[in-house]
């Protein structure tokens, strides 16, 4: 998608996602799994073709809430204050070794490596194949 679009398609855009699941705090499991699958499907789309800004911009906000809610409801995130942790954490109980991981990210060890010590962030590709292959919300990661 062309990111330089005019300003009414990306007010556009937004609103239609606002009018699918409107930017307010998450106060129930059902309207969190509607959320989830929402940012689960932007974020699949972030790298290619790409999001629209106003798209993103709806990704960022109800990540917000997203996260509040896995805050207030979630202990990894109690725990695990960063990503990185969280990653780390989840790592550990599966067994995985870096080498693993590379494989997954489809980065080789190398970028793993450098993942896992806090050299290079988690890209949003990366996010996807992590949320799908531990089960859990990509928000962890974010």
């Not at 993103?56 to 109690?78: E, K």
Request: aromatic share 8%.
């Amino acid at each position: 998608m062309n990111k330089t679009r005019s300003n009414n398609t990306v007010a556009d855009d937004y609103l239609k996602l606002v009018k699918r699941f409107p930017l307010r705090p998450i106060r129930s499991e059902v309207q969190y799994k509607q959320a989830t699958e929402i940012l689960g499907d932007l974020i699949g789309r972030a790298d290619d073709p790409g999001l629209t800004h106003g798209e993103s911009d709806y990704a960022d906000a109800l990540g917000q809430f997203v996260g509040a809610y896995d805050d207030l409801h979630y202990p990894i995130q109690d725990v695990m204050k960063t990503p990185l942790e969280r990653l780390k954490y989840l790592i550990e109980q599966s067994g995985m070794n870096t080498t693993q991981l590379g494989e997954l990210l489809g980065s080789g060890s190398g970028q793993a490596s450098l993942i896992l010590r806090g050299k290079r962030e988690l890209s949003k590709a990366n996010i996807r194949k992590l949320s799908e292959h531990f089960h859990v919300n990509a928000s962890l990661f974010l």
